[in-house]
């Protein structure tokens, strides 16, 4: 397991990044109804893996994060899909049901998998906090035949109680695991979240955000902006993926 703590270190300029096309698409959710998601691929050559994103709790496919990320990881070559649930596709604040975000998990990555099956050997669900979440625990569950899974900010207990562990299910995981986590993150104890980690058996790393909350901001002092932190998280998912899978 890696554990990195990431400081201030500029995005490093000569990059090879790819110009991209977003097209947006539609998928149904059996018989629950239809919500939206976009594709973001590059224009050039892809490689043969593709990442399917999830948003978390208080946001939607829509938020800074969640955008910045897809778009990145196609500028280097992966195709990648990013989708609402529908709770956010409808405008309601509060999240749906365990069910219902499992049945449209679901069906995010069977699209996906109909849309670009052909085309991709390798299969990785990423998701901000509940996304995240909720993703683990249909690998672990056997209900979501993926690669890999990416966590931007795991959401490991509520804030205020760092005994009650949303962690059960991610020991039954043998597949590679990212997460990415910082330092002020009120839902992720970094002591409770390094003893989980020292008991997975799945392989992990950790790459630790100094001074984020559990959306990746960080003080003014740092002299990061959030567009630096998006670019270094990108980077460290890039590299993760390339030496994990290609």
Same mark, same amino acid.
């Given at each position: ?90 405008? *309601?604040? $509060?999240? !749906?049901?365990?069910?219902?975000? =499992?049945? %449209? &998990?679901?069906? #995010?990555? *069977?699209? $996906?998998? !109909?849309?670009?099956?052909?085309? =991709?050997? %390798? &299969?990785?669900? #990423? ?120």
């Amino acid at each position: 397991m890696m554990n990195v703590v990431m400081k201030k270190e500029r995005t490093e300029k000569g990059m090879n990044l790819l110009e991209v096309r977003e097209k947006r698409i539609t998928i149904g959710v059996g018989t629950r109804g239809i919500t939206s998601g976009v594709l973001v691929s590059p224009m050039e050559e892809h490689k043969r893996v593709a990442v399917i994103v999830a948003h978390g709790a208080g946001n939607d496919m829509n938020s800074p994060l969640i955008a910045s990320f897809c778009k990145g990881l196609a500028s280097s070559g992966f195709l990648v899909l990013r989708f609402n649930f529908l709770y956010a596709e409808r405008g *309601r604040k $509060a999240p !749906d049901k365990q069910e219902i975000l =499992v049945q %449209t &998990w679901g069906s #995010a990555f *069977r699209f $996906a998998r !109909d849309e670009l099956g052909s085309t =991709v050997d %390798t &299969w990785i669900a #990423a998701g901000k906090s509940m996304g995240g979440r909720v993703a683990s625990q249909m690998v672990a569950d056997n209900l979501l035949p993926v690669h890999g899974l990416i966590f931007l900010g795991y959401p490991l207990h509520p804030a205020g109680d760092h005994e009650k562990l949303r962690d059960t299910h991610l020991y039954r995981i043998t597949r590679s695991m990212l997460f990415f986590t910082g330092t002020r993150d009120p839902l992720c104890n970094m002591e409770k979240l390094n003893g989980v980690l020292s008991h997975l058996q799945a392989p992990r790393e950790l790459f630790v955000i100094d001074g984020g909350d559990h959306s990746f901001h960080v003080p003014k002092s740092t002299g990061l902006t959030e567009q630096e932190i998006y670019d270094q998280i990108i980077r460290v998912t890039n590299e993760w993926i390339s030496l994990t899978f290609t």
